[in-house]
């Protein structure tokens, strides 16, 4: 299954195509009112944790080893995912953030990390889950005389 996911700034205005429109951002939007969203979800855990986010923004750390560590985050708690995958295998996913810049958002690395999950999900379900069972009856014990 190939998973529709975009990405988009909060302050664009909903559209009927959007899907399910799920906030990832840790703080609210300024001057933002949730009625006005038409959010499926706000969803904190997806993005960056507190203490990354504050070195990207304070300077002390690169954008480079930003992605590095944000990588390393979805990689180490993989289950953060679940929730918008659920929402991307039901249809259009949005994923919406306040940054500027989407290109150099940290969306593009959480939509990387997401078409990954889906993907091994994939291959995952089209493999047998067990060995098949032939219905071979079990061979009778010897007879002791």
């Known amino acids: 299954m190939s998973a529709d996911i975009v990405l988009k700034r909060i302050y664009q205005a909903p559209e009927p195509d959007d899907g399910a429109r799920v906030l990832v951002d840790r703080l609210w939007p300024r001057g933002k009112r949730r009625e006005s969203l038409a959010l499926a979800d706000w969803y904190r855990d997806a ?23 944000y990588r390393g985050e979805l990689r180490d708690h993989p289950d953060v995912l679940v929730p918008l995958m659920r929402h991307a295998r039901a249809g259009r996913l949005t ?9 150099d ?7 990387e990390a997401l078409l990954r999950a889906l993907e091994e999900e994939d291959v995952l379900d089209r493999e047998p889950s067990s060995p098949p069972c032939y219905g071979h009856p079990r061979p009778e014990p010897p007879a002791s005389d």
Do not use: K, M, W
């Open 47 to 69: 993005s960056p944790s507190p203490t990354l986010r504050r070195q990207f923004h304070e300077g002390e750390i690169s954008d480079a080893v930003f992605a590095v560590r």
């Open 95 to 103: 994923l919406l953030t306040a940054v500027r810049e989407l290109d």
């Open 105 to 111: 958002s940290y969306l593009t690395i959480l939509r």
